[in-house]
Every structure is written in C-alpha cells, then in structure tokens.
C-alpha cells in the first residue's frame, strides 16, 4: 500500500474553498464534458475531459447564475440531453440552462430556476433526501424530489413554483382510523411522522403495459417500497407497495442506518442497499411463490466494506460543517456493465462486480436448467483519501464515470484539496457458463498427468499469488499535519500488507515451484525408462513389418493370378451364349405384340361383358306398357306429328308471301 507518485491535476479555482460536506457530490459528466460546482459562490465549471493533464491548466468555462440560491449546494446532476445542470441542497433545489456554445476561459451567465423555493423557505424542518432527472419525459423538463415529510414530488421547470404531482410515501389507509380514534386530525406531518424516514429512491425497469416506471424507494430501517411513474403523463400512477418482503427471512437483513438504494438494470432486477456502516445487501425482485401478483426480495449476499474514515464508533473524521451532518454512503452505476456498481464515501470508492447477476440473466434466458447462485461478489478499493484516519482532514467532494471513445472508461474524483484524480476503469472478467447442450469441449485425450491433476499448475500459482485484499490508490492532505503515530501506523500497515500479500505468497509459490520441479525430474527419469522401451519396441515392430510387407507381396500377386483365371472363365462362358437370327428376333417382337394385344382385347371383353350385365339387370326393372296403352301413344304422337307438319307449310307459306 505504497503511496502514489502520480503527479497531481489541480482546479485552481477551488483552492481556497471553505466549504466542506460529508454529503457533496459537486462533479458531474455528459459526452465528456465535465461539470463543477463551486458552492462559495454557486458558480459552476465546464471542461473537456481530455483537458485534465499534470501541471497544465484547466481550461474552463465559467457559468454565472442568474439567481443565486439562497440553499447550500451539495449535489449536481446532468440532465439525460445534457440541457440543464440540476443543483441541490438540503433546502432547496434550482435548475441552470446550460449555453451551447463554449468558450474556453470565459464567462457566461446562465439562467437559474428555483424549484418549489416557496415550499422550502415555508417549511424549514423539511429537506430534499433525495433528487434525481425523471426518465421519462422525452425533454429534459421534469425533476423527482424525495423529501423529508416522505412525500415524492414531481417538479416541472416549465412551471417550477410548485409540484405537478405529489406521491405520500405512507399508508394513510391503516392510520387514519387510529388517529379519529383518538380524536386527532391526520394532518400531513402527522402522517409522515407515523411512517419511517425515507432515505433514497432509484429508478427501475420500465412498464411498458402501464406506460409508467417503477421507483424503489429505501426507507431508513431498510425496508424498500415500490411505485410507478407515469411517463409523460401518459400511464397511471400504481398504488403504493411495500415495504416488499425480504426472503429469506431475518432479523439481519434490516439495518437501522440505511442510506441509499440503487437498482441495477438488468433481468430481473437487482437491487443494492448500502448503509452508514458500510454494509451492501443485494437483493433479486422476484415474483413472490406464495402470493400472486405480488413481488418480493431475494437476498443472495450482504458484503462489508472497509471504511478508513470512520472511527470504532462509527462517527465520521470528515470536517463537518453541523454537527448533526454525518457521513454517507452514496452508490454509483457503472455505465459500461450491469452486474458492476461503485461506493462513493466520505473516505473513498470501492468497485463491486456480482457474478450473480450473469447467472440470473443466463437462468432467465435458458428458461431451464439449474440456478445456482452460491458465488461471491468481487469487491475492490479502488481511491482512499484517508489512509491515516482522522488524522487527514481530506475527503470527496465528488465523482462521475466517463466514457472516451479514445481514452476508455474512466473514473473522475475530485478530493476536497482541489485535485482532480483519473482511475481507469477495467473490464470485468465474467465467467464462462455452459451451455446447456452439455456438449464436451475436451474431446481429446488428456494426458495422465492432466487427469491426476484436473487444475493447471499456472493456475494453481495464480490461486497461490491472488491477493484478498485490494490495494487502492493513496492520496493525503497536507502531510504536514499528521502526527509521527499516524505515519508510524500507515507504514506498519503498509509492511504488514507487503508482507501477507506479497512475500508470504511470493515464498509459498517457490515452494510450489520447487515441488514441481521435482515431481517433473522424475517424471522425466521415468519417461527415458520408458523411451528405451518404446524404442526396443519400435525395432521388434520395424522387424515385423518387413515380414507382413513379404506375405503382403506374396499375396497380392496370387491375388493378380485369381483374377486373370477369372476373366479367362468369364470370356469363354460369353462365347458359349446362343445367337438369334434376323428372323427369329423379329419373330419374337412380334409373338410380344401379340401378347400386349391379346391381354388388351381380354379387358374390352370383361368390359362389354359387365355392360351388357348392367344393361339386362336395368331392362327387367324397367315399367311395361299394355297394348291400349301403346296405341293411344302412338295415336297422340300421330297427331303431334300432323300439327307440326301443317305449322311448318303455314310458315313456309308465309316466308313465300313476305319475302
């Protein structure tokens, strides 16, 4: 854990800055433009993130605001277009335009809108806990704000005096009829006293059936509640539900100092919940066995990190500016993968890669197969601002993940000395899940060895080498100030690392080393051994084959001489075949003529013989006429007859005289 000799790239500007909050999140990014806030004067900073370079400086755009809030700064965000800058506070929440055209070293004075500024300044004892850009309007014109009185608004900058909706994060339902029962009036605050602190809300997966998405929102006890948004003031806002059951069930699994919530977009969902304490729970939404309809929460592991900041109390070493401001535990997704999140506190960020998460989207995909969850997270220390404790006074004031098509994905911090420090962010290494064909990649034979020894030996070192612990990047304060004891304790805790990790493995592998070696000189003892053998072995073949290649030509010319007697039979068994003339082969020709003709001539006989059946068996059912009968026939058809022939002369006569 040896410190870093990178060099430092510092912002000027905030230099001086008195201010210093264990909550401030000041930094924030959009198509590699980076945003500070200076909350001394509530003036912010524009800057290319290829322009952060080591004793060069910043060239930055500086944005004036039009109104100055009266709130102190903690947290900025982008809006998802980029358009609008968004600044909040404990007591209030505004709304920058940003310019389009930037100008390096310049300033600009842009306009600031208030949120619901008359609501804050009427109401002192309510804080925003919680502001985020709503995902789902296609502008960037609306604003979701948890606030203390558990209450979820929904702010559009168009009209930003008051909220478009608002959303009670309790059950009226079940207090309401306690309250008339003891002859109080359920006013708001009152409501909202009766229901625990909420925290923190994230953004879920979208519904697409009810056009809405869903909030998950922390309460301070752990417990997670869920609500859908309309989108675009198309869908329904859903009831109010929570908070979801957690299984397997624990008393453990609801911390009292929970802080934040965040949702990893992936199916099905996964929520993190961190505490103060520095403990994450990850928990799985999935549809509860029991009750229909309904969603509950899996939870498949809970990790601790370490906080060098805090004290064996628990109480932050951050300067604070009140003393009821304590430190926070913030969580940060990772753009670039869904099963990887960042912690962001007051002394640091850890990185935090869940395996589970490709499982359960591979067991979702497959819809069959075995589920097998039972694999640890991979966390790891990535920036510590405090590695002597409270001796340092420096902390966070913020962090933001960059994507450069030419520079990567990178991780921005900037610590509270003003300098800017850069950690790439590394691609995850996911593991290979099999199909489920079972198809058996390792058709070929595998050596003995190999199959006594199923691991390889480059892995088995890699195993022995890895270390437990991740080594982050130091950056101190003003060394000057920290006590002899301090420095004392940052460099045993450095040897006594370098030691575990590094020289005790380092010994441990050249042991393996050595032991290999030796199982390998006798293996190669044993395989001479064996290749005398095998060439004594090749001599006695080589013989062998000399007296199958004889017996082979021996036989082959027997072989030639069978069939040349073969033909010669075949030959003369050809000649003895009789002849035909001219007269018998047409002789014959026709004797098949004949014979086609004849068998034609048989089938028109059996056809005239059922015929002539058919017809005698119809003339027997046939009625019979008397002979009175058949003269008076006759005698009408005579005179029909007469008729005919006498209206045939009239028109012939006529024909005669008319033409």
């Known amino acids: 854990m040896a410190p870093s000799t990178r060099q430092p790239i510092l912002f000027p500007v905030l230099e001086d800055i008195e201010f210093c909050s264990c909550k401030a999140d000041l930094v924030a990014q959009h198509d590699g433009e980076v945003y500070v806030c200076n909350p001394d004067n509530s003036h912010c900073y524009i800057f290319y993130h290829r322009d952060l370079e080591p004793n060069k400086p910043i060239q930055a755009q500086e944005l004036m605001l039009s109104q100055i809030p009266s709130f102190t700064i903690s947290k900025i965000a982008v809006s998802p277009k980029g358009q609008k800058l968004l600044l ?21 004075t842009c306009r600031c809108t208030l949120i619901g500024a008359r609501f804050f300044q009427g109401h002192s004892k309510i804080t925003a806990s919680d502001v985020k850009w709503h995902p ?12 203390s009185d558990n209450i979820l608004r929904v702010y559009s900058t168009e009209e930003p005096a008051c909220a478009v909706s608002s959303y009670p994060l309790f059950n009226t339902d079940s207090i309401i009829p306690y309250l008339h029962c003891l002859n109080v009036s359920a006013g708001p605050s009152l409501l909202s006293a009766q229901a625990g602190n909420m925290v923190s809300f994230t953004f879920g997966p979208f519904v697409e059936e009810e056009q809405a998405v869903t909030v998950f929102v922390l309460e301070e006890n752990s417990d997670v509640f869920a609500l859908t948004l309309p989108l675009d003031n198309r869908g329904s806002v859903g009831e109010l539900k929570g908070p979801l059951k957690v299984l397997p069930p624990d008393n453990e699994n609801y911390e009292l100092d929970a802080c934040s919530i965040l949702c990893l977009q992936s199916n099905p969902p996964v929520l993190v919940i961190a505490t ?23 939870l498949l592991e809970t990790v601790e990190i370490e906080l060098p900041g805090l004290t064996e109390e628990g109480e932050s070493t951050c300067t604070q500016s009140s003393d009821e401001e ?17 912690v962001r506190h007051n002394t640091g960020i850890h990185s935090v890669f869940l395996p589970a998460v490709q499982r ?14 039972e694999c640890e997270c991979v966390a790891e220390h990535m920036l510590c601002v405090q590695p002597v404790g409270a001796g340092d006074p420096t902390c966070l004031f913020g962090s933001t993940i960059i994507l450069d098509p030419m520079l990567g994905a990178n991780l921005l911090v900037l610590i509270s000395n003003a300098e800017f420090i850069s950690l790439p962010i590394r691609s995850v290494h996911r593991e290979e899940i099999p199909l489920l064909s079972g198809g058996d990649k390792t058709s070929h034979c595998a050596s003995p060895m190999k199959q006594v020894h199923s691991q390889l030996f480059s892995q088995k070192l890699q195993g022995i080498l890895a270390r437990n612990v991740s080594n982050p990047l130091l950056r101190c304060g003003n060394s000057s100030g920290m006590s002899q004891k301090a420095l004392l304790e940052l460099l045993m805790k450095s040897t006594q690392v370098f030691r575990e990790e590094y020289i005790a493995k380092q010994s441990k592998a050249r042991g393996e080393l050595l032991h290999h070696m030796t199982l390998l000189q006798e293996q190669r003892s044993q395989h001479k051994s064996e290749l005398t053998e095998l060439q004594h072995t090749v001599s006695e073949l080589a013989e062998e084959g000399e007296k199958l290649s004889d017996r082979s030509s021996r036989i082959s010319k027997r072989q030639q001489l069978l069939r040349q007697r073969v033909s010669t039979v075949m030959r003369e068994v050809q000649q003895l075949l ?8 047409a002789f014959k020709d026709e004797m098949n003529s004949m014979s086609r003709s004849l068998k034609s001539l048989q089938q028109d006989a059996e056809q005239l013989h059922q015929k002539l059946k058919f017809q005698t068996k119809t003339a027997k059912n046939l009625p019979t006429l008397s002979e009175e009968q058949q003269d008076r026939v006759r005698a009408i058809l005579k005179e029909n007859d007469n008729q005919i022939n006498t209206l045939v002369s009239k028109i012939k006569t006529a024909n005669a005289q008319y033409l």
């Open 360 to 373: 359960l989207e591979h067991f979702v995909k497959a819809e069959d197969g075995e589920l097998n969850l």
């Open 88 to 108: 909040w506070g404990d007591h209030g929440i505004a709304v920058v335009d940003i310019p389009r055209r930037r100008r390096a070293n310049g300033v600009t």
């Open 326 to 342: 304590v430190s926070t535990v913030s969580l940060l997704p990772d753009p670039t993968s869904r099963d990887r999140y960042f």
């Open 136 to 147: 789902g309007y296609a502008e960037d014109t609306h604003i979701v704000a948890l606030t």
């Open 276 to 298: 103060l304490s520095g403990t994450l729970q990850h928990l799985a939404l999935l549809q509860d066995s029991e009750v229909e309809e309904e969603e509950c929460l899996y």
């Open 578 to 585: 009789p002849d035909l003339s001219t007269a018998e082969i």
